[in-house]
């Protein structure tokens, strides 16, 4: 049987501070921000698929009647996204969160020799930024 | 600037009992397992990226001395992931779930005639597969 799931086309992270959160993953990293909707979530597009911020105190809401039936959901405590970077882009990385004062909190050479480093978002979810060798995905 | 962000190389979900877990997206999904730790982690690849599902019940824990410096992280409540589907395959997706046993909760045309369709996991997680066109990612 083939695989009909092609890829991931949408992660998500949770923040409670959405300001907080565009400051970081806008101004920091530079994502590419699609949209941004008060206080509830701010998507961002990311290479090939989106990186979705929510306010869990928003999407854990029932969805209103009238709108288009998105299942509610909203997590807490920090989760987890690792982005895909290159040999030499992990430096620039390295640089921007230098600049900004966002501490490393790990950096890691695992086993196959692929690098992987590890900081927190200001709302403590656990980022990395990886070469995608690590997984064997080139 | 240039965006030294590829994409996405890893997205976590969080769920308890990954025997559960891994019935689901192994069994009914058909996700290709990469490696499973214990009562840790169960880890699989979808298409480009990664599909990691953490008990946070173990990665909320303290690295423990000696072992390579990953961060801990860990989330409970719903979390989100949107799959990556086109068009066609998206029949086989339902006649997969139906086949299981597993409920729609959703099934939503977006304004642009993207189709996305909304189950849960065994854990309550929200999961979602939706045609790229939704975010104009083809």
Not at 24 to 39: M, T
Not at 77 to 89: I, K, L, Q, Y
Not at 90 to 105: F, S
Request: glycine share 10%.
């Amino acid at each position: 049987m083939t695989q009909p799931l092609e890829g991931i086309l949408e992660t998500a992270l949770y923040a409670a501070d959405l300001d907080a959160a565009e400051a970081f993953f806008g101004g920091i990293l530079g994502l590419e921000k699609v949209s941004r909707q008060g206080n509830r979530h701010l998507f961002y597009r990311c290479g090939p698929g989106m990186l979705l911020i929510f306010n869990p105190a928003e999407t854990a809401k029932p969805v209103p009647a009238g709108a288009l039936a998105v299942p509610s959901h909203g997590a807490s405590g920090p989760g987890h996204v690792c982005f895909r970077v290159r040999g030499a882009e992990m430096e620039r990385i390295i640089e921007r969160l230098e600049a900004a004062g966002v501490p490393l909190e790990s950096d890691v050479c695992w086993p196959n020799g692929a690098r992987s480093i590890y900081f927190r978002d200001p709302a403590g979810n656990s980022l990395e930024c990886a070469e995608p060798r690590l997984w064997n995905l080139e």
